[in-house]
Structures are given as structure tokens and as C-alpha cells.
């Protein structure tokens, strides 16, 4: 089964920014037309809640509004990976963040429709 593996997470100071790396382990994921890839986070006490997502066919994007205007989620075909970029990162921007395909694509904000998440990358402010 494919594995996914995220990585760039880290200690950055508020206002910093860090670039997170999603990187399945193959592409076994194009045998699904209109797959989309999402980062999700877990902060401490809290739900998983839905981030960014791409879709990998057209790279249609979609944001949670705390995220708007600071995160960028892109795609690079050559490579089968994703990315995260934060910027100016906020002390509630602490959390693991995780990596998962949705095959079908049909919702952005439902986990049960994401499958092969990865294992997570703490991304961590002082407080």
C-alpha cells in the first residue's frame, strides 16, 4: 500500500514561516481521476481539522479562512509531491500536520473521504 510521508516541520518563532513536504511513496494515486490531496492538523486537546487542499488534476485550491492569505498549497507532478507553505505563522498555527489523498475528491472538509494519511510533522511556536 502507498505510503505518505510528511516532513519541513519545526520550531519557528511567530511571524516565521515554514514550507511542509507531503511526498507519497509512489504514484499509485493517478489511477483515480479526480483525486485531491489535503493537509490537515491536530493541535493538543483538539480535532483533526481540515487546512488546504489541492486537486491533482487541475489544481483547484481550497483554504480553511484561518488560513487564507497566509498558507499556500501547490503540487509538483515531476516529483508526485505537495506542498505547504505558512507564512507569517500565528502561536494557533501549532499543531501536527498530516497528509492524506481523497480518491474521489468529492469533499474538501470530510476526513472519512481521505485515505493514506501520513504519520505527521509537528509544527511548533513558542508560546
Known amino acids: 500500500q502507498v505510503q505518505v510521508v510528511e516532513t519541513g516541520g519545526g520550531l519557528v518563532q511567530a511571524g516565521g514561516s515554514l514550507r511542509l513536504i507531503c511526498q507519497p511513496s509512489d504514484d499509485s494515486f493517478v489511477i483515480y481521476a479526480n483525486y485531491l490531496m489535503g493537509w490537515w492538523r491536530q493541535a493538543p486537546g483538539k480535532e483533526r481539522e481540515f487546512v488546504a487542499g489541492?486537486?491533482?488534476?487541475?489544481?483547484?485550491?481550497y483554504y480553511a479562512d484561518s488560513v487564507k492569505g497566509r498558507f499556500t498549497i501547490s503540487r509538483d507532478a515531476a516529483n508526485n509531491a505537495v506542498f505547504l507553505q505558512m507564512n507569517n505563522l500565528k502561536p494557533e498555527d501549532a499543531a501536527v500536520y498530516y497528509c492524506?489523498?481523497?480518491?474521489?475528491?468529492?469533499?474538501?472538509?470530510?476526513?472519512?473521504?481521505?485515505?493514506?494519511w501520513g504519520h505527521g510533522t509537528q509544527v511548533s511556536l513558542p508560546s
Open positions: 489541492i486537486t491533482w488534476r487541475n489544481r483547484k485550491t
Open positions: 492524506a489523498c481523497n480518491p474521489s475528491g468529492d469533499s474538501w472538509f470530510d476526513q472519512s473521504y481521505y485515505k493514506y
